[in-house]
């Protein structure tokens, strides 16, 4: 029942700026984590940043190729998670998912490389050129 839906991909010059939006329908958890990951031809699959809810609160990890670029929120009344990529490299070409981990276990919150993604989103490409 749940479906996550990617869009705003496209080409874009190297310096350029690009926000991506995934839509996310049947998915009413109060303990949660939404995921942006991103991988390129021949390369093993990189998560970008991770948002993990447990309750009212929330907080967000990044990965050091992005960190201070990229920025990923979520609005929780539009059940829509975000990622605005800022000052985009050739690097950041890769096919991006949108994921999301049900039922949060609190350990999540402290190490969230270990939420268990069980949705995904079929991708949204994302083209950068010098």
């Known amino acids: 029942q749940v479906q996550l839906v990617e869009s705003g991909g496209g080409s874009v010059q190297s310096g350029g700026s690009l926000r991506l939006s995934c839509a996310a329908s049947?998915?009413?958890?109060?303990?949660?984590?939404m995921a942006w990951f991103r991988q390129a031809p021949g390369k093993e699959r990189e998560r970008v940043a991770t948002?993990?809810?447990?309750?009212?609160?929330?907080?967000?990890r990044y990965a050091d190729s992005v960190k201070g670029r990229f920025t990923a929120s979520q609005d929780n009344v539009k059940n829509t998670l975000y990622l605005l990529m800022n000052s985009l490299k050739p690097e950041d070409t890769a096919m991006y998912y949108c994921?999301?981990?049900?039922?949060?276990?609190?350990?999540?919150?402290?190490?969230?490389?270990?939420?268990?993604?069980?949705?995904w989103g079929q991708g949204t490409q994302v083209t950068v050129s010098s």
């Open positions: 994921a999301a981990a049900p039922n949060a276990s609190p350990s999540w919150w402290y190490q969230p490389i270990n939420c268990e993604y069980a949705y």
């Open positions: 049947g998915f009413t958890y109060s303990s949660y984590c």
């Open positions: 948002i993990v809810t447990i309750g009212s609160g929330s907080t967000t």
